[in-house]
């Protein structure tokens, strides 16, 4: 995916970041209800166990806390902008796998693990401005960017670990919202265009695909579907076909099929 030429969206930096601290609120009372045994279970995600989901998705935090740790990176601007970000998962899943399987075999008290990673990210984020650039996997990313994905990584993994071991996990609601917000966003930047308008009721539209562009009225090409199921769609949770038949797609014109765009990450 070549560098963005849109700009992306804004996100209001303190609903960000006390979403984050919401979602992860969430899971962490959910997390302290497992039993060991469920903790052993399939997590659904490959080889991974539900206790190695469980210590990922400490990672969405602390990846953050270990970047603002370290010294700013002297340039001038980001490396990396936050529509770039969804394509650049596939590439990094090898390594992620591998820390993750490290951070699980360290820290057998997932409570405990929960516990500091909250307080840290919580202790270190106050306060920061933010263009302050971290230093991430892919790139240089600003702060303010890089907060905006983590909300993808919550919202996707909570979705995971209710599925995992049968919970039902609240999502923050602003959460929710700038995760869809932003795999839409992501969507219309791998196919721009204006021809099919995406609703994802109630918080995002994007108009994508190459084509007639509609300007009033009803446009020719509508999809529409309710955030959770975009989300599972944009991450290969789930497949187009299967949700148009569940009916929790609706989808109306001749272009508007996205099954060959979809998932926006691996």
Known sequence: ????????????????????????????????ALTPQQLDGPSGLGAWSVRELVVHLTMALSHVSGKLELPEPALAKAEVGLLEWPFSTAARADRVADDTAAL??????????????????????????DDRLV???????????FLVTRTVELVVHTYDLNEAVGLDIPYDRQALAA???LLADALAEKAPGGSVEVRVPPFAVVQCVEGPRHTRGTPPNVVETDALTWIRLATG???????????????????????????LMG
């Open 135 to 145: 230093a991430t996997r892919v790139g240089a990313m600003r702060l303010g960017d």
């Open 237 to 263: 949770r789930t497949q187009w076909a299967r949700e148009l038949d569940a009916a929790k797609v609706s989808a109306s014109g001749e272009r508007a099929d996205l099954a060959a765009l979809l998932p």
């Open 1 to 32: 995916m070549p560098p963005s030429q849109k700009r992306a969206r804004r996100y209001d930096p303190v609903r960000t970041r006390t979403a984050i601290l919401a979602q992860f609120s969430h899971v962490r009372a959910a997390v302290a």
């Open 104 to 129: 699980a075999a360290g820290n057998p008290d997932v409570d405990a693990l929960y516990a500091e990673v909250g307080d840290r990210f919580e202790a270190l984020v106050r306060g920061v401005p």
């Open 179 to 181: 995760c869809t917000r």
